[in-house]
């Protein structure tokens, strides 16, 4: 059982350039989501999903996709990277009807945008 | 907009005991959580409440005043590896638990 798994752990991108996190569990969860972390601000919401096929924004969606075709795996995709997206990305996950439980998360993923 | 506050920045000393704050306005309230972040590492949950009143687990107990918009945390037998952020999060949707962050509380325990 491995919990939240993301790939990779530090990501060095240029600006324009795309690419795609990744983040899988193993604990059949149906509710996943994505935050980013900056300093001073706090844990952000992105997209979240309730199921495979089920996704919907949170605060900060511009410059993010995302998709969710199976229960395991939720990426995160950026179109265009900016300088503002530098940020830590962690992807959390929770099983539905656990009440008083909260969101697992996964280790992180350190994105830098030159 | 949602509004979570927390102080940003406590200090105490190993065995104390310290109450962290969190108040907010939000435009929804299911339920509110607790998480502890160490430096460098992802969230951890530590507590989530509903109802209000106090609810304890070992040294850590968490306080919530829906009437209010107010909780704490509050952590006895300080231990130096409490050093770490305490996330105060709204659940302000339902059904998902999908908690909406403040920026967080840093507490530095010192011996």
């Known amino acids: 059982n491995a919990g939240v798994t993301q790939t990779p752990k530090f990501q060095v991108l240029k600006t324009g350039q795309s690419m795609t996190l990744q983040c899988a569990q193993d604990m059949n969860h149906e509710y996943m989501s994505w935050y980013r972390q900056d300093p001073g601000m706090g844990l952000r919401l992105i997209h979240y999903?309730?199921?495979?096929?089920?996704?919907d924004q949170g605060e900060v969606p511009n410059g993010y996709n995302v998709s969710r075709s199976t229960t395991e795996d939720f990426p995160l995709r950026l179109l265009s990277a900016a300088p503002s997206q530098t940020s830590v990305y962690f992807c959390?996950?929770?099983?539905?009807?656990?009440?008083?439980?909260?969101?697992?998360f996964g280790s992180g993923t350190r994105l830098t945008v030159v | 907009g949602q509004n979570i506050d927390q102080p940003t920045e406590m200090t105490a000393t190993e065995g104390a005991i310290v109450q962290i704050n969190c108040t907010y306005q939000?435009?929804?309230?299911?339920?509110l959580f607790w998480y502890q972040q160490h430096a460098g590492e992802a969230p951890t949950f530590l507590s989530y409440?509903?109802?209000?009143g106090l609810e304890e687990k070992g040294r850590f107990s968490s306080f919530l005043s829906r009437s209010k918009g107010y909780s704490y945390l509050l952590l006895k037998e300080l231990q130096m590896k409490d050093s770490a952020s305490y996330l105060c999060a709204v659940d302000i949707r339902g059904g998902s638990y999908i908690p909406t962050f403040g920026r967080g509380t840093s507490l530095i325990v010192h011996p």
């Open positions: 999903s309730v199921g495979a096929g089920i996704t």
């Open positions: 959390a996950s929770r099983r539905r009807g656990s009440e008083g439980y909260g969101y697992t």
């Open positions: 409440n509903v109802l209000d």
């Open positions: 939000t435009s929804g309230f299911n339920g």
